[in-house]
């Protein structure tokens, strides 16, 4: 008889199955089937028993070599003649590293090469607790079996039973009798239930039939046969289906089909029915090779039954990486009328496109130099749109540019040769170039650049009006200096750094008439803290801006040494004219005023869970505030967020936002946003919705109305959302919608 003696063998196969990651693929199982996401920690307690470590004096021995089993028996028999057998009773537990087996009896067979393990099994490892009444370790045939399985998880809320587990020679793991769920054992109101499940680990994918999932003991879905990938492989098969509805389009349903192709190919077909409009089918194709990747989708109904026609859209998506230089894309959209994205699209944001952008691109970047060339094209999809105010196509365009250092000085060329196409007006070509010469001057605390350009166009137009000049040139001289202190302190009291950085920037171009030559791209964009430190105040090469002026600024900054954080940034500028700018885009007046508006913006994080950001834009005149935006966001947790946001445009739009998503009581939380215009005097999108969570399972209620269309059409829907956690989500994507309009919003449930 041995009691209470520890062996320390020789690690061999055969004490290696006993304490070997095989147990573990069970669990695994149940998580691969699913799909699961490990939870954070809530209230809800899923383990089935307490971990071994705890339980046993065993666990404190601990051996240098982690390939050393341990062994603890109550006693020892051993029977010997035709039939021997060896019996172990009082308890055994066996150790290896961090894994542990134990049982109330254990019985090793020769003849079949087989330990027993009976009543009370148990195997632990950090990730995995499992139980049972019986397992069974063939030796000589790497056979396992155990009757009776609970497992629990660690680090999840995961938990599953079986009715019997075998694993074979193979490694293909058999399971019958299967449950899993992430809710605890008291209250399961979720349960997925299956009469068998078969993993072939080597192969990397399982087969089940006779799926059921329950909820509140009510089932909600069967599957008689699915196929699914274990761990990271891909499988083909059946995903979430997504439900929903709209008033333009009535009720819908998705249905994606994943197609895996190829390790580096796969498609996603998705059948979408509308029951106001007919069946939409889309499918998504992606692949992938060593230096190219890229998607084609395809979205097509057949016959609206609302307007009476088929209807698509078209897209496609290509990169190649050719070596560390060069690349190229290749990016194409198209829809079958103007009215598509309205009408599928399902968002204002969607809605409001105008042109859908067609291009194809090569380009090169070296430590120097960088070339870009492309041919772009455009789709109009706005009715309200001339053709006289379509956009050119670039047919092609060539970009070079290079800045090189020579001695104290940086060496600049820029160049740029368009051919600006379009069915009326004027076209042509049109050559920039700009070499520069700069002296940058840097040191501790300070800057100092000296800058000196000279940009030369010429054009060759085609189809210009009487008069003029079809082979039309422009040279001018650029000058400036942009210069600057970055100056420190500590801040008393903290560990705090405020810095105080004035910049200033002078530039001079002189007049040259331009009123002659086409604009193909040119716009005066609104003055920002961009433009501020721009020399030419025109976007484009068709007008260069003659000035004379300096922009003065000033930046200050709060940092945290600890973090590295920036707590609080402000900046204050404004330019100033020292004549008029006679240069000008077509019907716009010539430029008089001596400054610009004041541009200020501040962000301000010093509050703990408060961020502040306001941009202020306000000329010194009468007209006042030109533009404005403010956003406060008040976060003390993850799941209380309030936003409140305004913008303001003179003449153009004012507009409050008001997002939340905000705990009502313990499992229950209410998320909305209103978004109002105040110069139309009418709601752009609101959305009120009700969340409920419990520690397995949550549910989204959500009605929204919007505009939906150019011309101000509203829709409005209801999503209703079932997330069963560690496992899938059914009914429509509110957790998207909930996303895209609360600043901050995760959609994981907690």
């Not at 909820?215 to 997504?242: H, M």
């Not at 000033?554 to 945290?560: A, E, K």
């Not at 954080?565 to 019907?587: C, H, K, N, W």
């Amino acid at each position: 008889m041995i009691t209470s003696r520890y062996y320390k063998p020789r690690p061999t196969a055969d004490a290696n199955t006993v304490l070997s990651a095989k147990p573990l693929i069970f669990a695994c199982t149940l998580l691969a089937v699913t799909h699961v996401h490990a939870a954070d920690e809530m209230a809800c307690q899923t383990s089935i028993g307490k971990p071994l470590s705890a339980e046993s004096p065993f666990s404190t021995v601990i051996s240098d070599n982690p390939e050393t089993i341990l062994f603890e028996l109550g006693s020892f028999e051993m029977q010997l003649g035709d039939n021997p057998t060896a019996s172990m009773t009082g308890g055994v537990l066996l150790r290896r590293d961090d894994k542990l087996a134990a049982a109330d009896a254990a019985r090793y067979d020769p003849e079949q090469r087989a330990l027993f393990l009976e009543g009370g099994v148990r195997y632990e490892d950090p990730d995995t607790l499992i139980r049972s009444r019986l397992a069974e370790f063939g030796y000589g045939t790497g056979r396992i079996r155990v009757e009776g399985a609970e497992v629990s998880v660690g680090g999840s809320q995961a938990r599953g039973a079986a009715d019997a587990l075998e694993i074979n020679e193979n490694g293909t793991l058999s399971l019958g009798g299967v449950e899993y769920t992430t809710c605890p054992p008291d209250s399961e109101d979720w349960l997925l239930q299956g009469k068998s499940i078969v993993l072939d680990t080597g192969e990397g994918f399982g087969t089940a039939k006779n799926m059921k999932l329950r909820f509140k003991n009510v089932p909600i879905l069967y599957l008689p046969y699915i196929s699914f990938p274990i761990g990271d492989a891909r499988k083909s098969g059946v995903l979430t289906p997504e439900i929903g509805s709209s008033g333009r389009s009535g009720n819908e349903i998705r249905v994606p089909y994943y197609w895996n192709i190829a390790p580096n190919y796969d498609a996603t077909i998705t059948p979408r029915l509308l029951t106001s409009r007919g069946l939409q089918l889309a499918a998504d194709f992606r692949y992938l090779t060593e230096r190219n990747e890229g998607s084609v989708t395809a979205d097509y109904l057949s016959n609206d039954s609302i307007v009476d026609d088929s209807r698509h859209q078209l897209r496609f998506n290509h990169r190649t990486l050719w070596n560390k230089s060069w690349r190229n894309r290749i990016n194409f959209r198209e829809v079958s009328d103007s009215q598509y994205f309205e009408d599928l699209g399902g968002s204002l944001s969607v809605s409001s496109i105008t042109h859908l952008n067609r291009n194809a691109s090569v380009d090169y970047y070296s430590e120097y130099l960088s070339f870009f060339a492309q041919a772009q094209d455009y789709q109009t999809i706005d009715d309200a749109i001339l053709p006289v105010d379509e956009p050119y196509r670039r047919l092609p365009q060539i970009l070079v540019n290079g800045h090189w250092p020579v001695s104290v000085l940086r060496l600049g060329r820029d160049s740029e040769l368009v051919n600006f196409d379009r069915d009326v007006g004027v076209t042509g070509w049109r050559l920039n170039a700009t070499p520069s010469i700069e002296i940058p001057i840097s040191r501790p605390g300070w800057f100092f650049t000296p800058a000196i350009a000279l940009d030369y166009t010429r054009y060759d137009l085609a189809d210009t009006l009487p008069g003029a000049d079809a082979d039309a040139t422009r040279t001018v001289p650029i000058t400036s200096v942009d210069t600057g202190l970055v100056l420190e302190r500590m801040m008393s009291g903290a560990n705090r750094i405020q810095t105080i950085e004035p910049r200033l920037l002078y530039v001079n171009i002189p007049y040259r008439d331009q009123d002659g030559l086409p604009v193909f791209d040119t716009i005066a964009p609104d003055i920002n803290l961009v433009q501020l430190y721009r020399k030419n105040r025109f976007l484009g090469g068709d007008r260069i801006g003659d000035t004379e002026q300096v922009s003065l600024g000033i930046t200050t900054r709060v940092l945290d040494l600890d973090s590295g954080r920036e707590l609080m940034t402000a900046t204050i500028g404004q330019t100033r004219y020292f004549s008029d700018r006679d240069v000008a885009l077509p019907g716009m007046p010539v430029s008089t005023f001596e400054t610009s508006d004041y541009i200020a913006q501040v962000r301000f994080g010093l509050l703990r869970n408060i961020n502040f950001d306001i941009g202020h834009q306000w000329g010194t005149g009468e007209n006042g505030t030109t533009k404005s935006e403010a956003r406060l966001q008040y976060r003390p947790a993850n799941n209380r967020i309030l936003n409140l946001a305004y913008r303001f445009r003179r003449d153009s739009l004012e507009q409050g936002d008001f997002s939340w998503s905000w705990p009502m009581a313990s499992k229950w939380n209410f998320v909305g946003r209103y978004n109002y215009s105040f110069r139309d005097q009418e709601v752009l999108e609101q959305f009120f919705g009700l969340e409920y969570e419990s520690c397995c399972w949550g549910l989204r209620l959500v009605s929204r109305r919007h505009i939906s269309t150019r011309d101000g059409t509203r829709d409005s829907s209801f999503g209703l959302q079932l997330v069963l956690k560690g496992m899938t989500s059914v009914g429509t994507a509110a957790d998207k919608l909930l996303e895209r309009g609360i600043l901050g919003y995760s959609a994981d449930l907690r």
